[in-house]
């Protein structure tokens, strides 16, 4: 069976139903990953969610950072941003059941032998190490205490990894390096300010997958997120955010065999 990972949609479903039917046609029966950030920015994110939900089992995805701004602004925590455009769910008369379907996606998925999340690693995590942080965070977002943790969830700090660290710090590093990280220092500082290209880094930092040493690099990971980066296909990467929302495109790549397939986008925002 094959298996395309498509990447960030950001509420663009126009783009993804013509992306579904021209995997369709190579195989009706290929299961669909997307990297995160299915709302936000773009115009038609309650189409997205409604989509992508009643995919069902043919389709898993994983948090993104828009995600899970989507459940702080529905629950008041956030401020909704200007360039939002979450009223449509917001308003929805099923806003509840997709609000609690979205909480309960994953943080990181392994298929195929290769590990999906939607931004970045620390360089001292294991695949199988992420897998068990990333259950840590979603048995809390899955839990009875999910709100008091979303209060707590926004923040920088702390900005590098330890084992030791516990509770809501512990969270908090997890979920802003799966769901925010682009760049990181050469001994596991992220950072949370460039959002430019591989070239574009802060003194110091390289993109998270450069960092010499990183202990996942014996998995395939594939990831979203990083639009100034695009379609990046590496032995032991892909990177899958081509900027649909900014006017790129939306790209889903193979699994089985790493066929790439593009839809063009009309640009809805301006960076
Ligand atoms: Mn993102």
Redesign the pocket.
């Known amino acids: 069976m094959n298996t395309f990972v498509i990447g960030?949609i950001q509420g663009c479903c126009d783009q993804l139903r013509q992306l579904l039917q021209l995997i369709d046609k190579e195989d009706p029966q290929a299961r669909v990953l997307f990297a995160?950030?299915l709302v936000n920015r773009g115009p038609k994110s309650l189409e997205t969610l409604r989509l992508v939900k009643h995919m069902g089992a043919r389709a898993s995805t994983v948090l993104?950072?828009?995600d899970l701004h989507l459940l702080a602004v529905a629950n008041g925590i956030r401020p909704a941003h200007r360039s939002d455009t979450l009223d449509d769910i917001l308003q929805a008369p099923d806003r509840e059941e997709l609000l609690d379907w979205l909480r309960h996606r994953p943080l990181a998925i392994v298929e195929q032998g290769h590990l999906l999340i939607?931004?970045g690693l620390f360089p001292q995590w294991t695949a199988a190490q992420t897998l068990s942080l990333a259950s840590e965070v979603q048995d809390i977002l899955r839990g009875p205490d999910w709100l008091d943790f979303l209060r707590q969830m926004y923040g920088n700090t702390p900005d590098r990894w330890s084992d030791d660290l516990q509770g809501v710090e512990r969270w908090r590093c997890v979920i802003n390096a799966l769901?925010r990280m682009r760049f990181c220092s050469f001994d596991g500082v992220m950072d949370f300010i460039s959002k430019d290209g591989a070239h574009g880094a802060p003194e110091g930092f390289l993109p998270w997958f450069d960092v010499a040493g990183r202990k996942s690099s014996d998995t395939t990971v594939v990831f979203?997120?990083w639009s100034t980066l695009g379609l990046l296909l590496r032995p032991d990467l892909i990177s899958l955010d081509t900027g649909c929302v900014w006017g790129g495109k939306l790209t889903a790549v193979s699994l089985k065999n790493r066929s790439v397939i593009q839809v063009d986008c009309p640009q809805q925002q301006r960076p």
């Open positions: 960030d995160g950030d993104g950072n828009h939607h931004a769901t979203g997120h």
